[in-house]
């Protein structure tokens, strides 16, 4: 531990950010395609679109931040 260089957070950089995103927007595909179960009723329905559309939008509002400069 004293040989570790003291950094601020914004110096501290995700390693795979390209696999993040991969595996999030995988995630979201395989939550809508749970759409298509054999459940009834439409409570799941909305959890798994929310859950997908979230997970979405954050790959999107990342991309977004750090193609303007501003992550």
């Known amino acids: 531990m004293a040989d570790e260089p003291i950094t601020s ?12 995103r991969i595996l999030v927007i995988v995630g979201s ?9 054999n459940h009834q009723g439409n409570v799941e329905n909305l959890w798994l679109v929310g859950l997908a559309a979230s997970g979405l939008g ?4 990342d991309w977004v931040l750090r193609r303007n400069g501003l992550r």
Do not use: A, F, Y
């Open 9 to 20: 957070p914004d110096q501290r950089k995700p390693e795979n950010i390209k696999l993040t």
């Open 29 to 37: 595909l395989g939550l809508l395609s749970m759409v298509l179960g």
């Open 58 to 61: 954050w790959v999107v509002i």
